[in-house]
């Protein structure tokens, strides 16, 4: 009898214990559910979590760097058909795309150039302007040389923003522009105090345009001919000056090119721009079937080295500008004037 109590006292300790391990169990549970939830509700209220900035690396670091790993690469690389098919077709696409548009008449000027790349432009021929028109000895001495090449360009520019197809700044005022620089190139031949005169108020609408203001220029009719805004010489010595002193360099190799792909874009644009230009009705030698045709493989190489620029690809580059060079060299034997 003993016996048997003593082992009912065991069996009710036992399921005490159970009942207080099962309480325990609970309490913990619950506790850790409250913190879960709190830390929860702690993260929404905090909003996204801050992360350290990436860091800036500065050019000494940089240098340590291969552009190209690939180049220091030893022996022959298995080539990859497919992947090369690929890309020959859709490149040829891109091609013929551009050339279909010319073909059946005169392309968008959203196809040769952006307008990024027509602000960034006006923008550089802005600057390139302080130190000619700093004063008037400077203009005389020789600055109205350099202003007439640049108030030439601006009016090829103006002319072309003002008919642009697609987002472009300063639209409105274009026009009004076109016509201002344009007669003020025929004006620059010679240095005077009124040809000084002009081109001062001439760059300060140009800065002031820049910063964001409105000239409120009237309204004026498009040009009866492209040959009237600008003169031919001028621009294509402004396409050698693209091609030797702003693509070139920068394709010297690889690790420069890698640096100045944007500016090689840019500068390939702006090539293709003024190649489309020279081509219009009534500029000298338009309707010379050899002349259109250096004109057309100076557009096309133009073309290339801008997406070659835009990939950072440098082999494409530099075949695209050797293009684009043959075409200028053979253009500049027979009809450079």
Not at 30 to 39: D, E, M, N, R
Not at 184 to 198: L, P, S, V
Not at 313 to 318: I, K, L, T, W
Request: proline residues 4%; negative net charge.
């Amino acid at each position: 009898m003993a016996d048997a109590k003593e082992e009912g006292r065991m069996r009710n300790a036992e399921w005490g214990m159970g009942r207080s391990n099962c309480r325990c169990g609970a309490v913990c549970f619950v506790a850790v559910a409250a913190v879960l939830s709190t830390g929860v509700f702690a993260a929404e209220q905090a909003g996204p979590v801050k992360r350290a900035k990436p860091p800036v690396w500065s050019q000494d670091v940089l240098d340590e760097f291969f552009v190209d790993a690939r180049e220091q690469l030893v022996g022959e690389r298995p080539a990859k058909q497919t992947a090369a098919v690929v890309t020959t077709s859709a490149a040829g696409q891109g091609s013929a795309a551009a050339a279909g548009a010319e073909a059946g008449g005169v392309a968008p000027w959203s196809q040769v150039i952006s307008g990024d790349a027509l602000a960034a432009e006006v923008k550089r021929i802005a600057a390139s302007l302080r130190e000619p028109l700093a004063n008037p000895a400077k203009f005389k001495s020789g600055g109205y040389k350099d202003c007439r090449g640049a108030f030439n360009e601006l009016a090829a520019l103006f002319a072309v923003i003002a008919e642009y197809d697609g987002d472009v700044r300063w639209k409105d005022d274009a026009p009004a522009l076109r016509d201002a620089f344009a007669r003020a190139a025929r004006n620059c031949k010679t240095g005077t105090d009124e040809t000084f005169a002009a081109g001062a108020e001439l760059q300060t609408q140009l800065d002031d345009l820049i910063r964001g203001e409105r000239l409120g220029g009237k309204p004026a009719p498009a040009p009866e001919r492209w040959s009237d805004l600008a003169d031919r010489p001028l621009l294509m010595a402004r396409m050698e000056t693209a091609l030797q002193e702003g693509i070139s360099p920068a394709l010297s190799n690889a690790r420069e090119f890698s640096r100045k792909a944007v500016d090689v874009q840019q500068a390939a644009e702006v090539l293709s721009m003024l190649a489309a230009l020279i081509d219009r009705e009534e500029f000298e030698y338009w309707d010379d079937e050899t002349f259109k045709g250096h004109s057309s493989d100076l557009r096309a190489a133009s073309r290339e080295l801008s997406r070659a620029a835009a990939d950072v690809n440098y082999e494409a580059a530099r075949s695209a500008a050797g293009r684009a060079s043959q075409a200028c060299s053979a253009c500049h034997e027979g009809y450079r004037g």
